[in-house]
């Protein structure tokens, strides 16, 4: 099997985590790997690796499995995950104008609900998708709250709502420091207008019982820099 990355996220400590579109098929799949083979930071491009987002992986035949809303998971070997090729800017941009959904709704279902004033959720064990691609028509907002999160204020949803944004990109190589300047780059960017796509998913629902799958912003694409280290 192979994918085209389109989510590269931030997870804790140096645990990144990947997804991509099969080109085939269209579908979204995300590797997972077993606890002695974790997705780390050394896999990013900008770390020496090769992982970032719109390139060609291989996985070699992953096992799908699936639980609800994270439909697309499939376990993997680490040893088998290896670059193929770069997509072009223009290349990397038709697949996801392919791919995108309208509406929050479009991309998550019925399942997907505003759990809170400001966001969104899904309940365990429900929903059909945890990941998806959202078209942008009223420029989101990013900002860097109190505790140094970098949260997504969506305009498209009536009334807006707030995300958490977790693109590995907009995180200094600490892997937890917010870069400023990234943030205000893309601002400045969706501000004058540049068309985006937003790559949707849910968190994990971990912890408590009775935890949800909160929505947030896995990846940013704007169509001037569709590729590359800068988002």
């Known amino acids: 099997m192979q994918i085209v ?10 645990r990144i985590c990947i997804a991509g579109v099969e080109p085939g098929s269209r ?6 790997t077993a606890p002695d083979e974790l997705l780390t930071r050394e896999l990013l491009s900008v770390e020496g690796g090769f ?22 998971d499939h376990r993997c070997s680490l040893r088998r995950i290896e670059p193929v090729r770069r997509l072009g800017g223009t290349d990397y ?15 998550f279902g019925e399942d997907l609900y505003r759990a809170t004033r400001w966001k ?25 709250d109190r505790y140094g999160k970098v949260t997504a204020r969506l305009n ?5 709502a707030y995300a958490t944004v977790t693109d590995v990109r907009f995180f200094r190589s600490d892997h937890k420091t917010p870069r400023e300047d990234r943030v205000d780059d893309v601002n400045r960017r969706l501000g004058r207008g540049v068309d985006a796509f937003l790559m ?11 935890n949800l799958h909160w929505l947030q912003v896995n990846g940013i694409c704007l169509a001037d820099r569709p590729l590359g280290e800068r988002p």
């Open 5 to 14: 990355l389109n989510h590269v996220t931030r997870m804790r400590g140096e």
């Open 27 to 32: 579908r979204h799949v995300r590797p997972t």
């Open 51 to 72: 992982v970032e987002p719109g390139v060609l992986i291989g996985l070699g035949n992953p096992r799908p499995t699936p639980s609800p809303p994270e439909v697309e």
């Open 93 to 107: 941009l038709t697949l996801l104008d392919s791919l995108a959904g309208e509406s929050l709704a479009e991309v």
């Open 120 to 144: 969104y959720a899904v309940d365990p064990g429900h929903g059909a998708a945890s990941l998806g691609v959202l078209r942008v028509y009223r420029p989101p907002q990013l900002e860097i």
């Open 156 to 160: 498209d949803p009536e009334p807006q």
């Open 200 to 210: 949707m998913g849910l968190s994990r629902a971990v912890g408590a019982p009775g």
